[in-house]
T-cell receptor, first 116, second 114 residues
Framework: ETGVTQTPRHLVMGMTNKKSLKCEQH?????MYWYKQSAKKPLELMFV???????ENNSVPSRFSPECPNSSHLFLHLHTLQPEDSALYLCASSQELWTGRSDTQYFGPGTRLTVL | QKEVEQNSGPLSVPEGAIASLNCTYSDRGSQSFFWYRQYSGKSPELIMS????GDKEDGRFTAQLNKASQYVSLLIRDSQPSDSATYLCAVKTLYTGTASKLTFGTGTRLQVTL
């Protein structure tokens, strides 16, 4: 248990559905991240939020829409996804983003997403 | 050129042996280095971090860093079957003036055999 929770743990959706992934961290961190992990590929950083402000959108298609209402909660809204979007979606948090810090990221358990 | 490179494996070692996992990175400005362990179907779990050249030991794990060679490694002594997992190398690099990010390698799959 890392202090980062994600729901749901598994999700199957059709290409026309709209769903949301939720992440919550109980660590008092200020930075939160969404990653995508596909088979045989490195973890891909999707979005970064620092103190509720989005600091990075790593060329992610608009069918993925993040939301960060406060430093403890992060959502990923999904709509009109493609089968190739099937992957493990991981949320992570860290103390903050500033340089020179040695803090690292702690991951939630992930949501296994299957798009039919 | 990949930013963080790892041999995908599988690396197979007998129980009780030393497992040696290697990682190279391309950004000379990288500040911090991390090893994560990921069991199949689970999320990555931090096991070691290292910031200075040399060795850092924590129980059966030793991380080694050589910034001149842009090389970081993880040694696992007395390998156990429960160590069988994918080990991800992550490198913290600057991407804006005031922020940094973690870049991950593809991971090395370790198999500890009985």
């Amino acid at each position: 248990e890392t202090g980062v929770t994600q729901t749901p743990r598994h999700l199957v959706m059709g290409m026309t559905n709209k769903k949301s992934l939720k992440c919550e961290q109980h660590l008092g961190h200020n930075a939160m991240y969404w990653y995508k992990q596909s088979a045989k590929k490195p973890l891909e950083l999707m979005f970064v939020y620092n103190f509720k402000e989005q600091t990075e959108n790593n060329s992610v298609p608009s069918r993925f829409s993040p939301e960060c209402p406060n430093s403890s909660h992060l959502f990923l809204h999904l709509h009109t996804l493609q089968p190739e979007d099937s992957a493990l979606y991981l949320c992570a948090s860290s103390q903050e983003l500033w340089t020179g810090r040695s803090d690292t990221q702690y991951f939630g358990p992930g949501t296994r997403l299957t798009v039919l | 050129q990949k930013e963080v490179e790892q041999n995908s494996g599988p690396l197979s070692v007998p129980e009780g042996a030393i497992a040696s996992l290697n990682c190279t990175y391309s950004d000379r400005g990288s500040q911090s280095f991390f090893w994560y362990r990921q069991y199949s179907g689970k999320s990555p779990e931090l096991i070691m971090s290292i910031y200075s050249n040399g060795d850092k030991e924590d129980g059966r794990f030793t991380a080694q860093l050589n910034k001149a060679s842009q090389y970081v490694s993880l040694l696992i002594r007395d390998s156990q079957p429960s160590d069988s997992a994918t080990y991800l190398c992550a490198v913290k690099t600057l991407y804006t003036g005031t922020a940094s990010k973690l870049t991950f390698g593809t991971g090395t799959r370790l198999q500890v055999t009985l």
